[in-house]
């Protein structure tokens, strides 16, 4: 009886690590419930706010979390703000 109580044990805490480690290294356990957008508006030459002109002025489109903002600086001559981002899903 001790014994099968000592392997319900293990198994658990196996099982309890197995949940922890799906849950921190890939999507599979996340809700799209707790997802946040955030959108902000900018006065540009082209108007981005069509999603076909949107698309071409772009080389990627996905869906991420934000992970941790990188840093400040410039792209391209403008200003510009660096994340590491866990990309979910590509479009």
Do not use: C
């Not at 290294?25 to 959108?39: G, I, Q, R």
């Not at 900018?42 to 991420?64: A, H, N, P, Q």
């Amino acid at each position: 009886m001790r014994k099968q109580s000592w392997i319900l044990l293990l198994l658990f805490f196996v099982v309890a690590a197995g949940l922890f480690y799906v849950k921190q290294y890939t999507m599979l356990l996340d809700f799209k419930s707790s997802a946040e957008t955030v959108n902000r508006t900018y006065e540009f030459e082209k108007d981005f706010s069509d999603t076909k002109t949107l698309v071409e002025g772009v080389d990627r489109i996905f869906i991420g979390e934000v992970l941790e903002e990188k840093g400040r600086g410039s792209h391209a001559g403008n200003p510009a703000t660096f994340f590491e981002v866990r990309v979910t899903q590509k479009i």
